[in-house]
């Protein structure tokens, strides 16, 4: 169905009914990704930064990757971002609903850290390439190339550090460490993949549909395709990360919870690759707007903020949640403001 050629309330009742269809599966996800972490062998940071992370995050690829390869590069761009900056505001929700302590102090891990620090990485590489002339290798930048390669380093590097950790975090009694609740292997183990994957495929799905609602939107509205990814297809195709973090959190799954944030993330920051290859014009970096480029540096400093809160490792604060929470949701919803009321 072309939703440009219908009214404005058909495209919002199909945004309406897949915002539902993601929050349902990403809850669902949750309860299969921590026992697939158990069963797996990976563990729950690896396994909420790859497997969950990855997952979660296909709505939102589906949404930036068409979206790009039909020409609205300013709305592929500003939702596979926007998706990071408000997925990092959902650490801050989650800490609120962990009333035993800081989330941030019960859920320390190494390969959290390091994947804190590959996600500034990446999206700096992004930042770089909208300063540098428009050139393409192959139809898109050859920083988006260099995003790919850096990712797959990072995350091998993550998953080294994790089987052999050369230091750790002190460990105190509201720590949560990450110990298995079921045994390796068996059968279970691929009744649980093959859930995971029909519930991969679901939300596919319902990131297309969603895109496609989000450019009728854009369309029919006054809102530019800035604000409508950052604020529209970004918040609703993140809602797995949530609902996923929230479960994750009443599970007592908290390394999950945190890695399938910043795994998320990191992760999201392939969108971005991804749209530039799929926008076929040229360098999808120039082709938009400035509100792209600004919510990346927001996203940044946002990072930065939850990584000091990690190593910081805060066991109370305002409101029984650390600095960096409070920090992370005046930087968002500060930003966000502004992004509208600039744009």
Sequence with gaps: MDLMAQPLWAALAVFSVTVLVIAAAGTVMAQVADRLADRSGLGEAITGGLLLGASTSLSGFITSVSTAAQ???DLALSNAVGGIAV????LAIADITYRRANLEHAAASITNLIQGALLIALLSLSLVADLMPPWTLFGCHPASLAILVAYIFGMRLASETHKEPLWGPKVTEETRADVPEEPQGGRALYALMLRFALLFVIVGFAGYALGQAGIAIS??????QGI???LLTAVSTSLPELVTTLAAVR???LTLAVGGIIGGNTFDVILVAASDIAYRPGSIYH???AQPSFVIALTILMTAVLLLGLLRRQKYG???IGFESLLLLLIYFGGTALLVITG
């Design 87 to 90: 997925q990092t505001a959902f």
């Design 318 to 320: 305002f409101a029984n």
């Design 287 to 289: 082709a938009t707007t």
């Design 228 to 230: 409508v990814g950052t």
């Design 251 to 253: 599970r007592g799954a």
């Design 71 to 73: 020409g609205f590069p």
């Design 219 to 224: 369309g029919k509205t006054p809102l530019s």
